[in-house]
């Protein structure tokens, strides 16, 4: 069965920090990844994705995944932390087909101090 | 990629009534899911929709309870019944692009409060 694991209910950093926030997958076939984040009252909106091709995938909002098989990593970096990037983050996974389900970690919640 | 339109955005309802979500897709899609977010927690899976057959459910959700319709391929509706406190959370819907832009959009979701 696939599964996710974020590491860290809560991280927090300082402004102008690395980001970093961890998430490793079980799958018994090749995983699509994706990392989606949450701010207050709001919805869910993708940060970016991994399908296949370069295992670097640059998102919106200068964050980064990068996909490790060896290590069934998708963890999600930001060079310098803003203060608007105080939200939830969700790493998930899915599968080859338009038929399949997005399943969910458990997310992180992500504290920038000034 | 596809635009999401869910209604109500939030509501409160007494306890043993039950409330009717929306969801509706600019373009066909082949399935529809649907999620609920308890308070502080991530997003679980109910079901999902397809079209011309009965929903498929996961584990811990039932028919009664969440009954879903599924009547065209732009059009879904997840039924919350006999509600109880415990039903409080925010529920979405969501579809699945085809490849080769492989991805999933979410609706803006429904925040319910069940008193």
């Known amino acids: 069965a696939q599964s996710v694991t974020q590491l860290g209910s809560h991280v927090s950093v300082s402004e102008g920090a690395l980001v970093l926030l961890r998430c490793n997958y079980s799958?018994?076939?090749?995983?699509?990844l994706f990392w989606y984040v949450q701010y207050p009252n709001q919805g869910l909106q993708l940060l970016l994705k991994?399908?296949?091709?370069?295992?670097l995938v640059k998102g919106i909002n200068g964050f980064e995944a990068e996909f490790k098989k060896s290590e069934t990593s998708f963890h999600l970096t930001k060079p310098s932390a803003h203060m608007s990037d105080a939200a939830e983050y969700f790493c998930?996974?899915?599968?080859?087909?338009?038929?399949?389900?997005?399943?969910f970690g458990s997310g992180t919640r992500l504290s920038i101090r000034p | 990629s596809a635009v999401i339109s869910q209604k109500p955005s939030r509501d409160i309802c007494q306890r043993g009534t039950s409330l009717t979500i929306q969801c509706q897709v600019d373009?066909?899609?082949?399935?529809m899911f649907w999620y609920r977010q308890q308070p502080g927690q991530s997003l679980t899976l109910i079901a999902t929709?397809?079209?011309?057959?009965?929903?498929?459910?996961e584990s811990g959700f039932v028919i009664d309870k969440f009954p879903i319709s599924r009547p065209n391929l732009t059009f879904s509706t997840l039924t919350v019944s006999n509600m109880s406190p415990e039903d409080s959370s925010i529920y979405l819907c969501?579809?699945?692009?085809?490849?080769?832009?492989?991805?999933?959009?979410f609706g803006s979701g429904t925040r319910l409060t069940v008193v």
């Open positions: 969501s579809v699945a692009h085809s490849p080769p832009n492989y991805g999933y959009t």
């Open positions: 799958s018994s076939v090749p995983p699509y």
């Open positions: 991994y399908t296949t091709g370069a295992t």
């Open positions: 998930a996974v899915s599968f080859y087909s338009s038929a399949s389900k997005i399943i």
């Open positions: 373009s066909q899609v082949t399935m």
């Open positions: 929709a397809n079209q011309g057959s009965e929903a498929t459910y």
